[in-house]
């Protein structure tokens, strides 16, 4: 199994969700994150003083996927998430050495 | 309230637009006091109920108001055999001219009615800080119309009607410790011995969620509470209602320095929850006192005040009862002290004559006239306040069930959640894509 | 609006300590909701437009006051040709004297100009909530120094002013049905029928950031519209001003259940943003018609304006008409249900001896001045205001560019951000890396 | 303050109970600054050490009332040979009977007091902004009440005693410019040179973690302040207080409009923060003047302090000081400007007939005045603060330790943190795990 | 080396801190997650519109764990997390290169 | 690839930056945390009720880097983030099998 990880921005999150949806993916973890990289933040002013934010707001998404769906998945998410502008984000996957559904204990495949 | 009414001389009270003006700035000062109610207790509580907590005191303001013009005015300030007032002009406000007076006063029939709404607004949602996360709101709502016609209009008859049994038997509550601070504390006790505890109550800390809002409600309290209090003598002729003003502010501040204290000896640290609790518990126990007593006196009322309830609200986890933001604990242990500390620090150059303790000749008279008051109030709440929950329980159901207080009250009562701070603003967890556009249309 | 002078017999009025007392006060009170309405407003957007929220609001304060000042006053009260009024002392009120009387009342000029000019300030802030998220700021300014100048100025003179064609009609506006709501509400229809929608209307939920926050605006707008609306009687001297405040609360009360009903039935819940809303719906409609109607009359108003206006507010999804936070679906229709609600539930014992066509002599007279002075402002209000901002759209332009819109207007405009509540305070989101420490020096 | 009597012919004054009633809501409002300027500086503060900041308000409230009833107004308001009062029937305001007039007046001495109380509640708590974060609760509140014993208390004498020195010289200050803003200003420049800087001043940005809150205050403040200088002319019988009402509202616009304009060009954005910021700086500069200026002469006052302030804040970071929330730059500055241009503008028809340079015969007299209580209570305050300071601090320890001041002030001190957004409410963040049940029970 | 992640429903925090206290971990990493999978949000009501809130609150738990106890930790974290509802969520373990304790600079088992 | 995470003090984020930034690396993702380990957290208190508060807040960074960077880029970070007293965390690396840029679509080291 592979864990898919993706730093996105924020306002994408619902378009990710569709394209996940129409691939037959039907759970994800989402959490608040900030970044940088070629894009750098923007200028804040307090006070007689300017100081630079360089973090900017982006959403970091967690599917677990099966080994074989793995790799189709990047690209559904990888074009659900684009504009086209910098900052779109990354993509990563991971290789998973077990994984569990609580609820039944089921392991593997069957977890997700 | 004006234990006596201001005549000069023979000559009939005529329309002041001083204290007319001062009562309905007073009374705006109180209405006010309801949100600010509102954000003392949504601060307290966790997020996941914060709203409902609101809820609570904004849905007392809409029921009581209506109400309140309906009947309850006519059936508390109505004349009667002591129990219970009526008065059919009043009701509906049909029958009521413009410009007639209160009787002996220089305001508006008009202006004491909207005046004693507010008191009557603010009395139920009191009793909302002991349920938290749990009351079905339409419970909550349907609890509220009952109590005040059960409870408060009769016990506000009983202290402030001229007809009232306690006002004649000399009980002084100059502006609401036994009607309004104690009948919460007592009603609040009744509800929760009914409805029982939270999930995870002694297990889960359940720390307030935003303090900087309790401090809100705590200024706005304050604020709000000038109104209540020195208004209650209904005008400035003479200086009594600056007398209640002054001690008001001194009684606040000693309790809260109070409260501090015993909290750093016992706790080891100066809370801000502390303060404004202890603010509050000042604020309860000069209220009925603070127009009999000197401006030493106040101190001495809040900082017993401050002592007593501090170490009251500790009492909950002892008795496993589920106070949850200690109504009982700051409204009615503080409404009781400040009741029976006029009959020790009286001065007899306040509001009336009559001395307690420590003061003229040392009389008890006094004292167990505050006695009989406090008991009368207390109990009549107490019981009747069980007995209409027990009612509602029974019939509609108090309580949400198990799964929606842990998931939080808001979302299962409300549909909503109080905040959303995600970095998209409205990003993360909310999605429209459920939501075909034709849900949107409403209408 | 006081309708009428009050005149005690023959004598010329004396400036009255207690009447103008009251009159500041309220004064503050109509101040406080300005900032209560950026609260109102400001809760209710999403977290990246917060600021702007706000400070479309306070802005609004800071150039109006001093427009008023200069000449608005002037050009609203001074003697006229029915249209607009004109006073060369009351420039700069620089040849005011301390003690000169408002013409026929007890108060100096001084007083009368400040209450007043708290009214021109609330009115165009009112707008703002139309354009939520997208506006530039300098834009926004610009459009409330032309607007107060063209539009809020002359329809207030035809309202208020002693020669006004609509006061001098008959039309009834205690406390500004029209001449504040209905022109705001009309006024925001223009604009935003200029604008366009935010980028994501109806395919975004944009919910509330801050339903607490939003609450408090409702409150504090609660509580200093008693100024606004008992304050323009000018006075106590007689019950009138204390009529209005008991309508108010009464009809606040009724729409706020108004709504919630209507929104249960609708949706299932009873909403916090629903009571919020039905409140200052209620608090609209009373506004015209609050000295003319009884305290029952007044549940009725209040009753109708909360179903109506809940109504309303989902119909921009039909239309497609972005009215961001339902301006016009409260400001507009409410000032209209309010308005016209004179035409039918007017006693004859309030402000005036109008009757309304369930009472008196069930005349429609008073209805059909209603429809006058309805149709005048919003039609006047909504033609003028799409002007205004069609021509600063064409020259410095009125919307942001889209990717500021999505980033968050706060940042674009403001250089600032609502909130940081990182862990580390300051730590995560903000550095100060690249700003060398000159570039802090400012001086 | 009221520069002279209002005494009509030869008559006693009578109590009034217009004036009465007004002075306690102004009383009401003045109070409710203090929680104002708390949500105002708890805004500004990195989130980690917010409930400090708001304790140090509400503990002043707590301990500068009781004090000022106790021993302070005696001091403050007693006759002297200039320098300090003394009136021992005031000592615990045991003595004073209830309708007892100030002297000259138409209000009880008992509102005198209590309306002065809040100004000595406000002024220490004004000095907090500057000791962000860094600061011993216990040492605050010991320094809390030195310095009302010693600065506050003769410097109020000096300027609005009868028998004050400044007073006898014709030193204008009506509400408040020298004895509260410079006080307190030069007071907090005192302390920060003795207790340093924070960790990280420079370094990090430290930007306000809600600025909404910081709006709340403002508008709190804005409110507040209305009560501050109109109620400082003690009633209205004639016009003057109103004078200062309109040139409150009118120089507060003018002063956030013009800091906002200075920020735009230096910085190229409108700030919410600067908006804030001018107007607190316009209620500043406008506290001593608004009694002797027109209103187009609080347009000039507004807009200088606005720009004055907004340049003044820069500073700390040339001279590498502290003063963390900027008391110095706009309380300090805010202060000397207003009360300085009084020698300028000062027309001869408000408060007294004292003219300044642009008005009457042209002469610097009144200028000199002005400077002359300027530099006295600038350089009494700056010195006795720092030795107030420097003394706790080689006692008890004035600041925290480094950790925890790195940690949080909030936790260290209070043993709170100001929020819990946690989606579980009270789930992150937070556990029981370690509180065995009987530390909960507390009695 | 093993990273094991959790993603629970936020009130099983405390058991599952307790369960690892038991079994003798003595650290944690958390952070604040939304997600949904079968488990779906609610409707919420907004004047006139409603939408519904799909993403459920949820926490995050990151553990370190050593290669031998892995898979008995994660038995640990499942049982106490488990509610028998849906929604429970998920735990999986990746395989972790290197670890180490900033303050010491230990690396491996040490570091934990 | 490797995915390097460190879960730090917060007020170390400006020197890891920095650190990062001299060693050539221009982008990375943080997230809020909060953790325990040796260093417990501290007591509150609430209205007759004390209760201890033992996550301490943190910040998670996570820095994709190639395979042959990412030991020293340990090291870097370990050095930026350390104050020598307990709670300074714990960094980790996990290898990962792919890592896109969403905006162009380049994989492995041409993503960063
Ligand atoms: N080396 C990295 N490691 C981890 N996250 C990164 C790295 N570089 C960039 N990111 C994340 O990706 C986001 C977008 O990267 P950026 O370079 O700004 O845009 P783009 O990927 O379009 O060139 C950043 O905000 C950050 O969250
Ligand atoms: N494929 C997935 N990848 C990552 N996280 C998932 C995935 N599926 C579910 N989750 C997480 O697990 C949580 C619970 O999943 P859900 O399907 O609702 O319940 P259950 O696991 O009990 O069947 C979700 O809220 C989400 O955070
Ligand atoms: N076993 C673990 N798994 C995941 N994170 C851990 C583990 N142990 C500690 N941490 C994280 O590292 C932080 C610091 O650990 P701690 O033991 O307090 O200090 P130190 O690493 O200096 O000994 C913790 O707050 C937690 O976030």
Known sequence: MKLITAVVKPHRLD???EALQAFGVHGLTVTEASGYGRQRGHTEVYRGAEYTVDLVPKIRIEVLAEDDDSEQLIDVIVKAARTGKIG??????LPVETAVRVRTGERGPDAL | MASAAITLAA?????????????????????????GLAFFYGGMVRVKSTLNMLMMSFISIGIVTILWV???????????????????????MSNVGLTELWDGYTIPIFVFMVFQMMFAVIT??????????????SAWALFVALWLTVVYVPVAHWVWGADGWAFKLGVIDFAGGTAVHINAGAGALGVILVIGKRVGFKRDPMR??????????????????????????????????????VNTQVATAAAMLAWLAYEKIRHGAFTTLGAA????????????????VSPLGAIAVGAIAGVGCAAAVGLKYRFNIDDSLDVVGVH????????????????????????????????????WKQFAGVGAVLGYSLVASAVLAFLIDKTIGMRVTEDEEVAGIDQAEHAETAYDFSGAGGGIGTSALAAPETKKVDA
Chains 1, 5, 6 share one sequence.
Not at chain 1, 88 to 93: E, T
Not at chain 2, 81 to 92: A, C, H, K, T, V
Not at chain 2, 226 to 243: Q, R, T
């Open chain 1, 15 to 17: 378009e990710i969700k």
């Open chain 1, 88 to 93: 779109d984000g990354k993509v990563w996957s």
């Open chain 2, 11 to 35: 000559e009939a009270p005529k329309l002041s637009s001083a204290n007319t003006g001062f009562m309905l700035i007073c009374s705006a000062l109180v209405l006010l006091m309801t949100p």
């Open chain 2, 70 to 92: 309906l009947y309850g005015f006519s059936l508390a300030f109505g004349s009667s055999n002591g129990f219970i007032g009526y008065n059919s002009d009043w009701l509906g």
């Open chain 2, 124 to 137: 139920p949602a009191l009793i909302s800080g002991a349920i938290a996360d749990r009351v079905k709101f």
């Open chain 2, 208 to 245: 307030p969620h935003s303090l900087p809002l309790v401090m809100l409600g705590c200024g706005l309290l304050w604020f709000g509470w000038f109104g209540f209090n020195a208004g209650s003598w209904l005008g400035n002729d003479d200086g009594v209602g600056a007398l209640m003003f």
């Open chain 2, 277 to 292: 609790s202890g603010a509050v518990a000042g604020l309860v126990a000069i209220t009925p006192s603070g127009g009999a």
């Open chain 2, 332 to 367: 009615m242990v503080g409404g009781i002290l400040g009741s029976l500390l006029i009959g020790f620090f009286a001065t007899g150059k306040g509001q009336s004559a009559a001395t307690g303790v420590f003061y003229g000749d040392h009389s008890f008279t006094q004292l």
